[in-house]
């Protein structure tokens, strides 16, 4: 299901682009952590074990064939999304909060009150 919508929504940016003078050349890369899913969506042979698999999951298959999305495998350790979709121990936390330059030493500043 995170492959259908990940994909709906690449073609709709890179329709977007398109629209307001900025074609896109090159295909949209979407990093997977399931080298399972992303074979799914390359290969074009069925196998008995896929047969079960919804007719919506064939949009992803037509699209990645004319090369406007691409999958790529990342590890689930590097995977950045894994901090907002997974409970995670806290170093691997900070880890990937300063990959994406959340810096939780920096502190905020109460606002003052003016009366």
């Known amino acids: 299901m995170v492959f259908i919508r990940a994909t709906a929504q690449a073609l709709w940016m890179m329709k977007f682009f398109t629209e307001i003078g900025l074609p896109m050349t090159n295909p949209i ?66 880890r990937l909060a300063t990959a994406i330059d959340l810096n939780p030493k920096v502190q905020v500043v109460p606002v003052q009150r003016v009366y």
């Open 29 to 94: 890369t979407i990093y997977v952590d399931n080298n399972g899913s992303i074979s799914n969506s390359t290969n074009n042979k069925n196998y008995c074990r896929t047969k079960h698999i919804n007719v919506k999951f064939y949009f992803v298959k037509e699209h990645t064939k004319k090369g406007e999305i691409m999958f790529t495998y990342i590890s689930s350790l590097d995977n950045l999304a894994n901090l907002f979709t997974k409970s995670l121990p806290h170093e691997m936390i900070r």
